[in-house]
């Protein structure tokens, strides 16, 4: 069965502090990686997408893949209030297709 | 630029009755999914289309389920007869080929 792990958290950090969340998925054919964020209530909202090893990086926002280790992560810098959210991470094969979403790491910014 | 669009936002049905969910996918995409959420859970994909074309139906349930993507028109969930294990949120995305899956605002589907 084709798995998306990630810690269901909740993750506490300060404001201004840098938020990692992490990955790990078991689909080797997966070739593609999407974080989300869902606010409560509200649908998944695309934040970054990355398809080869190594780091991408958009604004505060930071993207690591290492396919060798089956790990994806997400790094948020300069933590905000606003960050709260639950964060889900999904692979699939190729584009949006299909994507296995795993059940998503609850991230808390405090003041 | 209008986003993926799905109505309505919250759907109450009696047991047994039909729930019909509806997704206009964004301008320029021709591709479709169907997610479902339930509470605390993740989003479990339910079944992906093109135009008047199923691709990928594996995470549909065999039963009271279907969905279609017509030459005209919105794509539309169908679940029949529903119960209250059929009370979830209910998302539609959209792509491009081969790019990153948008997502629209949900369906809220609750039985009663």
């Known amino acids: 069965q084709k798995e998306v792990e990630q810690n269901s958290g909740p993750l506490s950090v300060p404001e201004g502090a840098i938020a990692s969340l992490n990955c790990t998925y078991s689909?080797?054919?997966?070739?593609?990686f999407f974080w989300y964020r869902q606010y409560s209530g509200k649908s998944p909202e695309l934040i970054m997408s990355i398809y080869s090893n190594g780091d991408k990086e958009d604004g505060r926002f930071t993207a690591q893949l290492n396919k060798a280790s089956q790990y994806v992560s997400l790094l948020i810098r300069d933590s905000q209030p606003s960050d709260s959210a639950t964060y889900l991470c999904a692979g699939g094969p190729g584009g949006g297709n299909k994507l296995t979403f795993g059940t998503g790491t609850q991230l808390k910014v405090e003041l | 630029n209008a986003g993926v669009m799905q109505n309505p936002r919250h759907l109450v049905r009696r047991r047994g009755q039909e729930a019909r969910l509806r997704c206009s996918p964004m301008?320029?995409?021709?591709?479709v999914y169907w997610y479902r959420q339930l509470p605390e859970e993740g989003l479990k994909f339910m079944v992906y289309l093109q135009k008047e074309n199923i691709i990928d139906e594996s995470g549909m349930p065999k039963e009271r389920f279907s969905a279609e993507f017509p030459k005209e028109g919105p794509s539309i969930l169908r679940i029949q007869q529903v119960v209250r294990g059929d009370s979830a949120a209910y998302f539609c995305?959209?792509?491009?080929?081969?790019?990153?899956?948008?997502f629209g605002q949900g369906t809220r589907l609750t039985v009663v």
């Open positions: 301008k320029g995409h021709s591709h």
């Open positions: 995305a959209s792509s491009s080929d081969r790019e990153q899956a948008f």
């Open positions: 689909d080797r054919g997966s070739q593609s």
